[in-house]
């Protein structure tokens, strides 16, 4: 399953239908994000999906734009926060050991940097527990 909206153009304007934004809000409530949204947001979607449900379609550019990013928002999972967590940390170590030199004499760290289960890995350890800045 797609964790975005699939935005169709129709003729040079991009189109939303009621089957994309239900979608997008039933896997939201599945995995937990549409308890995170904020309450104009939640407001703002369902009417859209109500909208739709009765027009068929959304077609104004900013419109589509906010309910992208909302259900962008909808569709992270927590292993993508934790990936995305990880590559963060991955980008700073990185910069910081080519300053200092350090792959000169480590230079399976720039393999290790490199290797999806090790990003998953700095991810799942760049917060302390108790921080819940990834949960976000």
Same mark, same amino acid.
């Given at each position: 399953?797609?964790?975005?909206?699939?935005?169709?153009?129709?003729?040079?304007?991009?189109?939303?239908?009621?089957?994309?934004?239900?979608?997008?809000?039933?896997?939201?409530?599945?995995?937990?994000?549409?308890? $995170?949204?904020?309450?104009?947001?939640? +407001?703002?979607?369902?009417?859209?999906?109500?909208?739709?449900?009765?027009?068929?379609?959304?077609?104004?550019? $900013?419109?589509? !734009?906010?309910?992208?990013?909302?259900?962008?928002?909808?569709?992270?999972?927590?292993?993508?926060? +934790?990936?995305?967590?990880?590559?963060?940390?991955?980008?700073?170590?990185?910069?910081?050991?080519?300053?200092?030199?350090?792959?000169?004499?480590?230079?399976?760290?720039?393999?290790?940097?490199?290797?999806?289960?090790?990003?998953?890995?700095?991810?799942?350890?760049?917060?302390?527990?108790?921080?819940?800045? +990834? !949960?976000?």
């Amino acid at each position: 399953m797609k964790s975005e909206l699939t935005i169709v153009n129709e003729g040079r304007f991009p189109v939303l239908s009621y089957v994309e934004l239900s979608t997008c809000w039933r896997r939201g409530l599945r995995n937990g994000n549409w308890h $995170r949204l904020g309450l104009m947001e939640k +407001i703002f979607y369902r009417a859209a999906v109500l909208y739709t449900k009765i027009e068929s379609k959304i077609t104004s550019n $900013r419109i589509v !734009a906010q309910l992208k990013c909302i259900a962008q928002k909808l569709g992270t999972t927590i292993s993508k926060r +934790i990936l995305e967590a990880g590559m963060e940390r991955a980008r700073v170590i990185f910069t910081k050991f080519e300053e200092k030199a350090v792959f000169e004499w480590a230079p399976q760290l720039k393999t290790w940097l490199m290797d999806a289960r090790y990003i998953f890995w700095l991810g799942l350890n760049s917060q302390p527990p108790y921080n819940s800045q +990834i !949960a976000q």
